[in-house]
């Protein structure tokens, strides 16, 4: 998204997503288990218990910040994150 994420808390980041327009969710890092690293770290340990290792270059997703949405096709998601960052997504 941005590289200057790397230097935040991201336990303190808020997000809300927009879906055509309309805000249907919204949440927080620290929904993670806390911190989204905390919810990476416990998947890590919990691989680890069946000898399953997280490798360099895998793209992990710490969790669900907000509740999940329906999409169809057409429909335009724009997440808003702390500051103003936005990220869009349109399904087709």
């Not at 790397?6 to 997503?17: I, K, Q």
């Not at 969710?25 to 993670?32: L, M, P, R």
């Amino acid at each position: 998204w941005e590289r200057a994420l790397l230097e935040e808390d991201l336990s303190t980041l808020g997000l809300v997503l927009y879906k055509n327009g309309e805000p249907v969710a919204q949440g927080a890092g620290a929904a993670c288990l806390g911190h989204p690293a905390k919810a990476v770290a416990w998947l890590a340990n919990a691989l680890a218990a069946f000898g399953v290792a997280l490798e360099p270059g895998e793209i992990v997703m710490s969790g669900a910040w907000a509740p999940v949405q329906p999409a169809s096709p057409g429909d335009l998601f724009t997440l808003v994150g702390t500051g103003g960052r936005a990220l869009s997504l349109r399904f087709v």
